[in-house]
């Protein structure tokens, strides 16, 4: 098992991330995003607007998920993280 450390080193050495949040008839609805714009503790911050398909869900479904990989040579690697956001 990876360490916290190595899972947010490893998170901010990609570019992109993959955003899963929940819409109204309960199906997941993932969006490829930049990396977070700040970690702090175990909150991950991404930018968007409050009035944003994917904020808007957030606030009706806090549930939700981010991905992380990295493709290497022979093989991938990713992290997935799973929470409830905070509106």
Same mark, same amino acid.
């Given at each position: !098992?990876?360490?916290?450390? %190595?899972?947010?080193?490893?998170?901010?050495?990609?570019?992109?991330?993959?955003?899963a949040s929940v819409d109204e008839e309960g199906f997941?609805?993932?969006?490829? !995003?930049?990396?977070?714009?700040?970690?702090?503790? +175990?909150?991950? %911050?991404? @930018? @968007? +607007? @409050?009035?944003?398909m994917r904020s808007q869900?957030?606030?009706?479904?806090?549930?939700?998920?981010? %991905?992380?990989?990295?493709?290497?040579?022979?093989? %991938?690697?990713?992290? !997935?993280?799973?929470? @409830?956001?905070?509106?």
């Open positions: !098992m990876k360490t916290r450390k %190595y899972a947010i080193e490893f998170i901010k050495k990609q570019k992109v991330s993959f955003i997941p609805n993932i969006k490829a !995003m930049f990396v977070p714009r700040k970690i702090e503790g +175990n909150r991950f %911050y991404f @930018t @968007t +607007n @409050t009035s944003a869900q957030f606030i009706k479904n806090p549930k939700a998920s981010i %991905y992380f990989f990295s493709k290497g040579r022979f093989k %991938y690697e990713g992290i !997935m993280l799973t929470s @409830t956001s905070l509106n």
